[in-house]
């Protein structure tokens, strides 16, 4: 899945979270219809720039049909608007683990007020904690952060050995002696 291909389903699936969202559960519909059209928004460069949580991608689009099928109808409503509610907590974990990957690869800085607004809420709504045993959490609080900083800090340490490499002199053993490193 490229998350460019799917723009359309995001913002079909985030206009239904927005009717659905009224009541207690309005706070979280409303949170994933904004990651939704955040992740719509800018799917070009979350192609890009998701790596490590590609693996999240198959469910996410698992919850997106889930969605679409769970849809309240007006004689059925109560009852399925659990399955709205299930679909759109399951989006969420997949769509913030999508906004910290590319926040953390971009910079605190480039993050949008959506990505923004959607952490925020991820990280103080009591849903989730740091170390509370679910993959989401470990995957946003250790694993991504780890991961990224690891990639960084073997990036810097390549451009350092290119760096010092560049300031030694040629060596030579001597006419027959070895070649020139």
Known sequence: ???ATSKAHMEEAAAQLLRDATGEAGGLLSRCAAGLRGLAAQAE????????????????????LRLREDAPSARH????????????????????????????????AEATET?????????????????DGTLVSETY???LPATILHEMLA?????????????????SLGPGQGRDF
């Open 1 to 3: 899945m490229s998350f």
């Open 45 to 64: 460069l979350y192609d890009e720039q998701i790596v490590t949580a590609r693996e999240f991608v198959p469910h996410f689009e698992e919850e997106l």
């Open 77 to 108: 409503a109560m009852s399925e608007l659990s399955g709205v509610w299930d679909a759109a907590f399951a989006l969420l974990e997949d769509i913030v683990v999508f906004m910290r990957e590319k926040v953390l690869r971009t910079g605190f």
């Open 115 to 131: 990505e923004r607004s959607v952490m925020r809420y991820f990280e103080t709504c009591g849903h989730w904690k740091a170390g």
């Open 141 to 143: 609080y250790v694993t």
């Open 155 to 171: 990036r810097l340490k390549g451009m350092e050995a290119e760096r010092f490499a560049e300031e030694l002199p040629p060596v």
